[in-house]
């Protein structure tokens, strides 16, 4: 049952699921999707029911990796508003 994802696709059609592609490093492209998922979820929930970890999910990332773009939870949050 151990198979790549190259054994179990279908001939002519792509490893990655639909919308998605190979992961790139672009950081300024990460961080405004960061900013993008964020102001939505701030938006949402403000700062305190908003969570890093629903962030990352959206964005197929960790939230280590918000963390080292923003510093923390409020270093985002006060990037939101700068971008508002």
Known sequence: MNQTVQEVQEPGRSAWPKGAGPRTNDPERTMAGIIVVATQEFSEKGLAGARIDVIAEALRASKRMICYYFGSKE???I???EEA
Request: proline content about 0%; overall charge positive.
């Open 79 to 81: 990037r939101v508003l």
């Open 75 to 77: 270093g985002l949050y």
